[in-house]
């Protein structure tokens, strides 16, 4: 039954995109919805592109292992990045009619900017979308006790989330992201219900969580303790505010109130929503003890579906795998369109100027293809590596390279184009030192390059006299 239950809602979710796909009609559909998306679609697409394999899987694995202080990169830095984006970009970005955030940068800073920021994005997708499909080669090797193992389950995972973005993009996403959310939040919550009363109460996990220790949010009051926490806390919180998927979900409102509203709403939304997942494992410290101690120790990715798989009923497993099928599709859809769009808008842009609309929509939908196979290359490559580690790389780059430029850019008129380029040279650069040198054991790589920027953006600018 539930073999066949995915079986029918992977069809269903291939179905539905197909369906959407028909409301494209040129790139302006197939890139932001023709910014047609009302208020309550924007808030479901905005929730459930955080609310993927990290939030269901990685989080809980990282709360099980160091307790609440190892989630301040996600969810907390993660929804703080949307709420952030409602309050101070969504609004000016709005007004300037953009296809991608990198069209930004080559109107305030020229081409050599834009070319090097929509590189940056390009690469860091590659983290963000191998570790969705990575959860879902996890998920057939779960249901199919190891029958499907996880490349093979990743290659299939990989095929769905492909056939419904190439065809149907935004329309597709954004549609499929708000059925989807609906879909997490009912399943999430009924199964965090169960384990708790099978855990003896809500009140009962809090005390054992807290007895362990679990809830700390703050580090040790150390120097080196704080600032690794802190650039832990920035790295999605400021580093994915320079990135398309997000702004994507802005420019597809139909209203600018809206675009400011629903990021909000949706990061509001998606903090409080996260801790359901964090409260379903610590539920395992009770129910099922020494299982869930030597899964911590093996791999603690595996206990939350372990216990779903081990202490509930059918229909309840039935719901989890919907919800964890649900939160990895909405996501890897949207993160495999924003860069197929930033590469065809940004990049063969510049070398194709002249093309028209329609060739613009069959490169777009081409780049979807050929970058999806990347990724799938790329997640076969990293075999291994965390759920949670694979996303919380994927926005260094973005932090040290593109972050700084966008801000100033915005909100400092004296922001010049010297002043873009020294600071994506120093941020970069000095992250690259921190990051291969024993420097970055003592201070975090990202945020020195972050510091760095700021100085190379302020010093460039200043320097570099009026704006050109």
């Not at 060739?359 to 291994?384: N, P």
């Not at 020195?448 to 100085?455: D, I, Y």
Request: with cysteine.
């Amino acid at each position: 039954m539930l073999i066949l239950f995915v079986t029918l809602y992977l069809l269903a979710s291939i179905a539905m995109g197909l369906w959407f796909a028909r409301r494209v009609k040129n790139t302006a559909d197939y890139t932001v919805a023709g910014r047609a998306l009302p208020m309550g679609v924007i808030v479901g697409t905005t929730f459930a592109t955080w609310f993927g394999s990290e939030t269901v899987i990685g989080i809980p694995a990282k709360f099980l292992e160091g307790g609440m202080v190892e989630t301040v990169e996600d969810p907390w830095g993660a929804s703080f990045c949307l709420i952030l984006v409602g309050l101070f970009f969504a609004r000016k970005l709005y007004r300037m009619s953009l296809l991608t955030i990198n069209d930004f940068y080559r109107q305030r800073y020229g081409v050599a900017v834009e070319l090097f920021c929509s590189g940056v994005s390009l690469i860091s997708y590659l983290g963000w979308v191998a570790a969705q499909i990575t959860a879902m080669g996890l998920v057939f090797s779960l249901l199919t006790d190891g029958v499907i193992g996880p490349l093979a389950g990743t290659c299939i995972g990989t095929i769905v989330v492909l056939l419904f973005t190439y065809f149907g993009g935004m329309w597709s996403v954004a549609v499929t992201d708000t059925i989807q959310m609906v879909i997490i939040v009912f399943c999430l919550v009924a199964i965090a219900v169960m384990a708790g009363n099978l855990a003896g109460g809500f009140t009962h996990v809090i005390e054992v969580a807290a007895h362990r220790g679990m809830l700390q949010f703050f580090p040790p009051l150390s120097f080196r303790e704080t600032m690794f926490y802190l650039g832990a806390g920035i790295t999605i919180m400021l580093g994915s505010i320079p990135q398309q998927d997000v702004f994507q979900r802005v420019m597809s409102a139909k209203r600018e109130n809206i675009a400011v509203w629903g990021p909000i709403i949706g990061g509001s939304g998606y903090l409080l929503f996260s801790f359901i997942p964090m409260f379903i494992v610590a539920c395992s410290l009770v129910i099922m003890p020494t299982e869930t101690a030597e899964l911590v120790k093996e791999d603690p990715q595996h206990v939350l579906p372990t216990l779903v798989m081990t202490q509930m009923p059918p229909l309840t497993k039935v719901m989890f795998f919907g919800a964890l099928l649900s939160a990895i599709l909405s996501t890897a859809s949207s993160t495999i369109l924003a860069p197929a769009t930033v590469f065809v808008q940004n990049v063969l842009k510049n070398v194709w100027p002249r093309m028209s609309d329609a060739q613009e929509l069959r490169l777009m939908r081409l780049t979807v293809l050929v970058f999806t196979a990347g990724v799938l290359v790329y997640s076969i490559i990293m075999q291994g590596t965390s759920v949670y580690d694979l996303v919380s790389s994927s926005y260094q780059v973005p932090l040290v390279g593109a972050f700084v430029p966008l801000v100033c850019g915005l909100h400092w008129k004296r922001a010049t184009n010297t002043g873009a380029i020294t600071s994506i040279i120093l941020g970069v650069g000095t992250w690259i030192l921190f990051m291969v040198t024993p420097l970055g054991d003592h201070f975090p790589q990202q945020l020195a390059g972050l510091l760095m920027a700021g100085v190379g953006m302020w010093v460039g600018s200043v320097f570099s006299g009026p704006k050109q």
